[in-house]
Nanobody
């Protein structure tokens, strides 16, 4: 069992930056692939980025590629999402998720979810 808690969301102007953190409980965090998803009002949850258990592989959605970077620190049981050059269309609740399997770009691949953190980008 893994519990995930996101933090770092907030209100930022377009062009600004935020770094989201996701702290995981449990001693097996380093065994889990992790992902970030987001959901805007009235829209479906969409994939943002994923990272393998050891950080050796990362994947980013085309909509955020070159602006967002996923990373992890297994010693701190934490996964991060560095978000630069934010746009109003990045406004959403951001969720981190974990899976013992190989994580990909689909929500059904993940077994554990955090409660989400709100990111609002003003124009």
């Amino acid at each position: 069992q893994v519990q995930l808690v996101e933090s770092g969301g907030g209100l930022v102007q377009a062009g600004g930056s935020l770094r989201l953190s996701c702290a995981a409980s449990g001693r097996t965090f380093s065994s889990y692939a992790m992902g970030w998803f987001r959901q805007a009002p009235g829209k479906e949850r969409e994939f943002v980025a994923a990272i393998s258990w050891n950080g050796g592989s990362t994947y980013h959605a085309d909509s955020v590629k070159g602006r967002f970077t996923i990373s992890r620190d297994n010693a701190k049981n934490t996964v991060y999402l560095q978000m630069n050059s934010l746009k109003p269309e990045d406004t959403a609740v951001y969720y981190c998720a974990g899976t013992i399997r190989v994580g990909g770009g689909y929500a059904y691949e993940y077994d554990y979810w955090g409660q989400g953190t709100q990111v609002t980008v003003s124009s």
